[in-house]
């Protein structure tokens, strides 16, 4: 079996290479500007054409160390951006669908994890990822509420290396 690199394959080429957090406060609304104060790094790279892989390290606030592992493909049959995130400080692993905008600027995507208020219960996240240029990126975590309403909980602003 040979899949076809499609255009929406190679968007993700955007992705690749060596990025570095900028620290940054907090975004109106967000409880965290970023996963640490400085220090974080992204290495991703194309698996075939057709996968992101990107290994990304860093401190957490408390700064124990912290390691995490992204895929991302798409999937021309359900016409959907696929993926996975885990990280070391969690034992979750998070799976991804999501579409790009109209601008093919803005990368949304979503999934289902324990909600960090009560870890007992399921709730609905989104990342999302948006271009500002060519080498600055923004992640938006947020997660959906029981009244059904998105909130912002961290921001994190990256450049390429």
């Known amino acids: ?14 992705l690749a290479g060596d990025w ?28 075939g054409g057709l996968w992101l892989v990107s290994e990304g390290r860093g401190s957490m606030p408390d700064g124990a160390p912290a390691s995490t592992l992204l895929t991302l493909g798409y ?30 600027q803005v990368l949304t995507l979503d999934t289902e ?5 009560d870890g007992n219960r399921m709730a609905r996240f989104q990342d999302i990822v948006a271009f500002e240029d060519a080498d600055t990126r923004t992640l938006t975590a947020r997660v959906q509420g029981e009244d059904g309403e998105w909130r912002t909980f961290m921001t994190a602003r990256y450049r390429r290396a």
């Open 75 to 104: 999937d021309p049959a359900r016409e959907r951006y696929v993926g996975t995130w885990t990280g070391s400080m969690m034992a979750h692993l998070w799976i991804y669908e999501g579409t790009l905008d109209p601008s093919g």
């Open 113 to 117: 994890g324990p909600n960090f208020m």
């Open 1 to 14: 079996m040979h899949a076809d690199v499609t255009e929406a394959h190679r968007w993700l080429d955007r």
């Open 20 to 47: 570095v957090l900028v620290p940054e406060p907090a975004a109106e609304g967000a409880e965290t500007a970023c996963p640490s104060q400085g220090g974080w790094t992204e290495q991703a790279r194309s698996l």
